[in-house]
């Protein structure tokens, strides 16, 4: 998969050469600890890593674009009102993340 930035206002998309080929978000995460190349994932997924230095961000000005993030449930339906709040807290929480 490409490496994705945000230059200026266009979106570029990077392939880069790589060693090892995983389909796996934890075995992609423990070979970039192990100094296997560069990943891009959510910073949640590494904020720890981050702040105790095992990993380093790099390109912190060009970032990626914001991954959009859906909630689907059937429309035809009446929305419960416990789906109602759980949308509207997580709307709210997502709101003030820095992910």
């Given at each position: 998969m490409p490496l994705e930035f945000i230059d200026g206002q266009a979106i570029k998309l990077i392939s880069l050469g790589s060693r090892v080929t995983v389909n796996n978000s934890d075995t992609m995460t423990d070979l970039c600890r192990?100094?296997?190349?560069?990943?891009?994932?959510?910073?949640?997924?590494?904020?720890?890593?981050?702040?105790?230095?095992?990993?380093?961000?790099?390109?912190?000005?060009?970032?990626?674009?914001?991954?959009?993030l859906s909630a689907v449930y059937p429309q035809n339906r009446h929305t419960a009102a416990r789906l109602r709040v759980f949308l509207d807290w997580a709307t709210e929480i997502f709101a003030k993340a820095r992910l």
């Open positions: 192990l100094g296997f190349g560069l990943i891009q994932a959510p910073r949640y997924r590494l904020a720890q890593d981050l702040a105790e230095g095992r990993l380093v961000e790099i390109l912190q000005d060009h970032p990626p674009s914001p991954t959009p």
